[in-house]
């Protein structure tokens, strides 16, 4: 059973438009959800967080927005640029002892 | 400051053959966790320790023994390595506690292919 749905799966986007990557979960007790970025053959690293009770956070051209009500976050990256081009996971953690769930990733390509 | 490290880079094992992957961190964390990257399924913890001396299960541990040596290292063994464990591997570590979220410091990864 998947606790964090990430969609779409690939994402094709010209350079300098708008890359959106949405996720759902169920799970009333996830207290944060960060996202990752994970470059080929390189482990993931953390991009940006946020917490359920913020609707939105902004560093650069990366957004997150959060519907607390709907059980919904999304990923926006703004002007994509071709070294945006990674794969890009969402996650949620439930408290304790920084344990997440992580979704299926997105593979995103930046076209020139 | 290496981060997390991972060793080895890349393995071929045969089914029924064992191996232990290892994983250790100079940031002082406290809690390090094992997970593996499928296509189409994400990252799936495997196993997790909190802190030194204890372990416990994720999501998909069968197949899978841990062992954290000390606050350092944390090693993962698969007995006797099928097919289905062919996959990435990472380790990760990250500080504990806190309302804060604690950013997960990933390891470079392993490469299994069990054949």
């Known amino acids: 059973q998947q606790q964090v749905k990430q969609s779409p799966q690939s994402l094709i986007v010209q350079k300098g438009g708008i890359s959106i990557i949405n996720c759902a979960y169920e799970?009333?007790?996830?207290?944060?959800f960060p996202w990752y970025q994970q470059f080929p053959g390189k482990g993931p690293a953390l991009l940006i967080a946020?917490?359920?009770?913020?609707s939105e956070k902004k560093e650069g051209r990366f957004t997150i927005s959060f519907n607390k009500s709907a059980k919904q976050f999304s990923l926006h990256i703004m002007d994509s640029q071709p070294g945006d081009s990674a794969t890009y996971f969402c996650a949620a953690r439930s408290g304790g002892y920084q344990k997440v769930t992580f979704g299926i990733g997105t593979k995103l390509q930046v076209i020139p | 400051n290496a981060g997390v490290t991972q060793t080895p880079k890349f393995q071929v094992l045969k089914t029924g053959q064992s191996m232990t992957l290892q994983c250790a961190q100079d940031?002082?964390?406290?809690?390090m966790y094992w997970y593996r990257q499928d296509p189409g399924m994400g990252l799936r913890l495997i196993y997790y320790s909190a802190s030194e001396g204890t372990t416990d299960k994720g999501e998909v541990p069968n197949g899978y023994n841990v062992s954290r040596l000390n606050k350092r290292e944390f090693s993962l063994r698969l007995e006797s390595a099928a097919p289905s464990q062919t996959s990435v591997y990472f380790c990760?570590?990250?500080?504990?506690?806190?309302?804060?979220?604690?950013?997960?410091?990933f390891g470079p990864g392993t490469r299994l292919t069990v054949l």
């Open positions: 990760a570590s990250s500080s504990r506690g806190g309302f804060s979220y604690n950013e997960q410091f």
């Open positions: 799970n009333t007790a996830f207290d944060y």
């Open positions: 946020i917490r359920p009770d913020v």
């Open positions: 940031m002082n964390h406290n809690s």
